[in-house]
């Protein structure tokens, strides 16, 4: 049966939400699914004051975990159109699996959050894309099979690169219907995928 990592970065749960939902979708495709987070690099005090989520319950990953998985779906949220810092600095402690080659021919995938409807939705996916593709992975996006990312009949996020959710400016806003749907679907893509290469 095909392994599968939900690795994360949320400061709010938006993400987190997302997380799940992608979860779902793989294990409801036949995995078996971790939902896992990488380390929160802000100081506590400042994460407090700032209100981040910081009573969620996926343990912590380290770059150890990440080579017994079959595939890898990353999400974190938007950073000025790019990944959070948190999630790069994770990723950035990985050379040692890229020297050895130990990703090569896994697969990945990716989702994302942003404030606004053009907040670096696509930009955040593809600098996830393309460490996963530094570490040899095979991607999988979320093509127009989720048709719900084409409605223009409410705010919706996704993108034939990865789900996605749009937060609002203050973060009130949380993960659609539509959204969630995305992500399911997105998380069972990626098993499939996975349960085709490795059984």
């Known amino acids: ?15 987190e939400t997302m997380a ?6 793989a294990r409801n495709a036949g995995a078996t699914v971790d939902i896992k987070r990488v380390p929160e690099t802000v100081p506590l005090e400042i994460a ?4 981040f989520k910081l009573n969620q319950a996926a343990p912590v990953a380290t770059v150890a975990d990440l080579e017994h998985y ?12 790019r990944m959070s810092s948190q999630m790069a600095a994770f990723l950035d402690q990985a050379g040692g699996l890229w020297a050895r080659g130990a ?13 606004t409807q053009h907040g670096g939705q696509e ?12 570490f040899g992975m ?20 996704g993108a034939p690169y990865g789900a996605s959710t749009i937060a609002g ?12 749907a995305g992500a399911r679907h997105q998380g069972e893509l990626v098993a499939k995928a996975a349960l085709k290469v490795f059984g």
Do not use: C, W
């Open 169 to 180: 400016g203050d973060g009130s806003r949380t993960p659609s219907a539509l959204d969630l």
């Open 138 to 157: 095979m991607i999988v996006g979320l093509p127009y099979s989720h048709t719900g990312q084409m409605s223009v009949e409410e705010i919706v996020g």
């Open 48 to 51: 407090e004051r700032s209100h």
């Open 70 to 81: 079959d595939a890898i779906i990353v999400g974190t949220g938007t950073r000025f159109g």
């Open 123 to 134: 930009m955040t996916l593809f600098s996830i894309i393309t460490n996963l593709l530094h």
């Open 1 to 15: 049966m095909a392994k599968v990592l939900v690795l994360y970065y949320s400061s709010y749960g938006h993400i």
């Open 20 to 25: 799940h939902a992608v979860a779902e979708g």
């Open 103 to 115: 990703l090569n021919g896994k697969i990945g995938a990716a989702f994302t959050s942003t404030a």
